[in-house]
């Protein structure tokens, strides 16, 4: 059996697989802040998983950077004492079988592009809005390589006496300190979505040019049903577009909370036909 997981800054989803086309139901525990316990808790509810069953592979998707043999976590800004922390290599000690780390939401866009919004499209962008803002280019059902990774949150939007970023302008964060409340307190009738619509189309359009996607797909909270509507990303883009003869289409993610463990199957899915 083969044991995916995706770590949080609040939760931690865990679930074993066998086939690499579904996965047992998920045991969700709330993140530990120290590693050693979240370590312990890891195991424990993997051995719970598998019982009597060997672990094949593992694959985790955690909050942040990690180093470029997916083994340990360089920073993990949410989970400070996760930091630096050998992860990967401890629970091959622990469990006896190779595992991998990668950034949740290169996880999550993976597992998009092969088992949710992007299935159909060999080339997909999939970028999140939420707390914070990132994305990640997947080609044929593969993560493209990347020197350090992918931050597209960080784009200029605007150059100005004081630049901005996407992240600064859109993300969950930066939303809730302009308005002094959750974003979803706003409302659905609110006119700063249809704002953040046409910001957010600018910067996809920065990241079609750079990526040039059949298709893109917006996940993350500010997608969710009060928030950023898709269908007016993709139609501010339509009207912004100069470059391509035609826009890719922007469709909303499909895979909710378990977009990551979808994405960790399908990196152990790929990494064993390799």
């Keep these: 059996m083969h044991i995916i997981a995706d770590i949080g800054g609040t939760n931690m989803r865990i679930a074993g697989c066998h086939d690499f086309e579904r996965f047992d139901e998920p045991v969700i525990h709330a993140t530990p802040q120290s590693y050693q316990e979240g370590l312990a808790l890891f195991v424990e509810t993997a051995r719970r998983i598998t019982g009597e069953s060997a672990v094949s592979s593992i694959a985790v998707g955690v909050p942040g950077v990690v180093t470029s043999d997916k083994q340990s976590i360089i920073n993990t800004p949410n989970l400070p004492d996760w930091s630096g922390k050998d992860l990967a290599r401890d629970l091959s000690s622990q469990l006896g079988a190779r595992a991998f780390l990668d950034n949740d939401v290169v996880f999550v866009g993976l597992g998009e592009a092969v088992y949710g919004a992007g299935v159909g499209a060999s080339i997909v962008v999939y970028i999140t809005v939420s707390t914070g803002i990132n994305g990640v280019r997947v080609v044929d ?134």
Excluded: C
Aim: charged fraction near 20%; proline fraction near 5%; charge should be negative.
């Design 141 to 274: 059902g593969a993560v493209e390589k990347a020197a350090v990774g992918f931050e597209i949150g960080g784009q200029y939007l605007s150059i100005g006496e004081q630049p901005e970023t996407f992240e600064d302008m859109v993300s969950g964060s930066a939303i809730a300190r302009k308005y002094g409340v959750h974003p979803r307190d706003l409302g659905a009738d609110s006119p700063v979505w249809e704002e953040l619509a046409h910001i957010t189309a600018f910067a996809v359009h920065n990241t079609v040019l750079h990526w040039s996607p059949q298709r893109v797909v917006l996940g993350g909270s500010m997608f969710k049903e009060i928030g950023i509507a898709p269908e007016r990303v993709e139609a501010h883009l339509k009207t912004i577009m100069k470059k391509f003869p035609m826009t890719p289409e922007v469709v909303h993610s499909s895979l909710g909370d378990l977009g990551g463990l979808w994405g960790a199957m399908a990196f152990l899915k790929g990494s064993s036909t390799n």
